[in-house]
């Protein structure tokens, strides 16, 4: 049986996609427990810039296929600290760049404070993760770490979110949402 997945996607160009999810203690989003078509549970799309409905749903892993790819973007990432939708940190890997850059996203301006060039293909498996503690940020890109930074701009504790940009067709799997100490 193949395993289930949890798949993010937008597509209309120059949409955001935010899954949010608050996290109050350790939250692993694993898709085993929702059907097939079905929303993960304690997530719902979200919408940031323009464009038109996103769509969230579980698939089969081996369904991918017949999905395709996003050719006009391939982005996605973690979203934290979500305050609303024009008030957010956001990590993201992009395929078509081959860069992993981290921004805040004051007031809808998009602003890049941190990134690395780094081959991210996008017919692989890849890890991103990131680590916030208060205003310094740790990125670390398929288990090795990438890069760290510093930022004041939104020291609040918000929601966090799965992120995609415009026709990005993505699996998320095995997502785990820990609060630090």
């Not at 081959?98 to 498996?125: C, E, M, P």
């Not at 918000?158 to 940009?165: D, E, P, Q």
Request: with cysteine.
């Amino acid at each position: 049986m193949p395993k289930l997945t949890t798949i993010v996607f937008a597509m209309i160009l120059s949409t955001l996609s935010l899954g949010v999810v608050l996290a109050a203690g350790t939250v692993e989003l694993v898709s085993v427990w929702n059907p097939v078509g079905a929303e993960p549970d304690g997530c719902a799309p979200a919408l940031t810039g323009g464009g038109g409905p996103t769509k969230w749903r579980n698939v089969e892993t081996g369904a991918d296929d017949q999905l395709g790819l996003g050719v006009s973007e391939q982005s996605r990432g973690i979203a934290i600290r979500l305050k609303d939708p024009r008030n957010y940190y956001v990590v993201r890997a992009n395929a078509l760049e081959d860069n992993v850059r981290l921004y805040a996203v004051i007031d809808g301006d998009r602003r890049q404070f941190a990134g690395k060039s780094v081959k991210v293909a996008s017919t692989q498996w890849h890890t991103l993760r990131l680590r916030a503690v208060g205003d310094r940020f740790t990125v670390y890109f398929d288990n090795e770490l990438l890069f760290e930074a510093t930022d004041r701009r939104i020291t609040e504790p918000g929601r966090i979110a799965l992120w995609t940009k415009a026709d990005s067709m993505t699996e998320f799997v095995d997502l785990a949402i820990e609060p630090l100490p």
